[in-house]
């Protein structure tokens, strides 16, 4: 199993900057995608941004030119570096990895941060 921790959430004002960070443990070695997925409060969960195993980085539209996906594989961490932020932008982050287990391929979650960007 893969297990993760976000971290680094809270509330700033509009423009400002966040970083958010998703410690993995586990099988980490077996992991071939991490993201971040946000969910707004009435609203479905969306997509923010994807990183692979290989590098390639994939953004939401909303999200593309001031948001960054990168990853330091030696503490197995994952970052989502936020700037530019808008009212828009609040809402629960959660971290994600997809991995490969013996038989099956799996998606684990972490337990979500809280995002706030006021006006």
């Known amino acids: ?3 993760l921790v976000e971290s680094g959430g809270g509330s700033v004002q509009a423009g400002g900057s966040l970083r958010l ?3 993995a443990s586990g099988l980490v070695s077996n992991i071939n995608a991490t993201g971040w997925y946000r969910q707004a409060q009435g609203k479905q969960r969306e997509l923010v941004a994807t990183i ?15 948001f960054a996906i990168s990853r330091d594989n030696v503490k197995n961490t994952v970052f989502l570096q ?3 932020l808008k009212p828009e932008d609040t ?3 959660y ?17 979500g ?6 006006s």
Do not use: F, I, L, P
């Open 1 to 3: 199993q893969v297990q």
């Open 21 to 23: 960070s998703c410690a």
């Open 52 to 66: 692979r195993s290989g590098g390639s980085r994939n953004y939401a539209d909303s999200v593309k030119g001031r």
């Open 82 to 84: 936020m700037n530019s």
């Open 91 to 93: 809402a629960v982050y």
């Open 95 to 111: 971290c994600t990895a997809h991995y490969k287990g013996t038989y099956y391929e799996y998606d684990a979650w972490g337990q």
């Open 113 to 118: 941060t809280q995002v706030t960007v006021s």
